[in-house]
């Protein structure tokens, strides 16, 4: 595997379902990102993790709730949500969490709550 | 402070050319252009880190203006592949450089043969 891998690619979960989404970068960086994409929005930050340390939070509510238990994985686990939290959800690597790096960005997990 | 992303939406002819421009009301650390092709991840285009910085690779360039509060992603002799939404990412200049990146709504372009 190369670059940064999602999965699932597709998720369907209920309200009360708890679910996680799992990212993995193969590019050796140090930072990883999750965001939000809805329809018709520009992409959301959601977390920032800058070795292994959570360096942003992005106002998001505590039925998202990230993990990063080393600098090639991102996992975000999800619970009680909500139909609006359907959405593409983005993860995201960079060498070092710094806006000079570029981002480079997984497939996504495409997301729908009933 | 969301950066304002203009036109909404471009609809090229091939070999036609296009602007998007990428407006903040504050001073920038830097600007990121992306491009994501409908069910795709958006996939890296370039970075612009000085004013009055111009760069580009292929037919695709990019400037930053000398006060770092605009930047414009310059497409020309448009190709088919070219087609996607166009992002750009921005940090505003205040404090210290962090890692948060904010984007705009995006351009949606679209070049038919």
């Known amino acids: 595997e190369t670059g940064v891998t999602q999965t699932p690619r597709h998720l369907v979960m209920g309200m009360t379902n708890k679910k996680s989404l799992k990212c993995e970068q193969h590019?050796?960086?140090?930072?990883m990102y999750w965001y939000k994409q809805s329809a018709k929005k520009p992409l959301e930050l959601m977390f920032v993790?800058?070795?292994?340390?959570?360096?942003e939070n992005n106002s998001v509510p505590s039925r998202f709730s990230p993990e990063c238990p080393n600098s090639s994985h991102l996992f975000l686990h999800l619970h009680t949500l909500q139909p609006e939290d359907s959405a593409l959800y983005l993860c995201?690597?960079?060498?070092?969490?710094?806006?000079?790096?570029?981002?480079?960005f997984g497939p996504g997990t495409r997301l729908t709550v009933l | 402070q969301q950066p304002v992303q203009s036109p909404q939406a471009v609809i090229l002819r091939e070999g036609e050319d296009a602007v998007i421009n990428c407006s903040s009301s504050?001073?920038?650390?830097?600007v990121h252009w992306y491009r994501q092709k409908h069910g795709e991840a958006p996939v890296f285009l370039m970075i612009l880190l000085k004013g009055g910085e111009q760069k580009g690779h292929d037919k695709i360039s990019a400037s930053f203006n000398e006060k770092k509060q605009q930047s414009s992603l310059y497409l020309t002799a448009s190709q088919l592949s070219y087609s996607g939404t166009y992002f750009c990412?921005?940090?505003?200049?205040?404090?210290?450089?962090?890692?948060?990146?904010?984007f705009g709504t995006g351009t949606r372009l679209q070049v038919f043969p």
């Open positions: 590019l050796g960086h140090n930072a």
């Open positions: 504050k001073a920038l650390y830097s």
């Open positions: 995201a690597s960079s060498l070092s969490g710094s806006s000079y790096n570029e981002q480079f």
């Open positions: 993790y800058n070795f292994k340390e959570q360096t």
């Open positions: 990412g921005t940090e505003i200049m205040e404090g210290h450089n962090t890692d948060k990146l904010i």
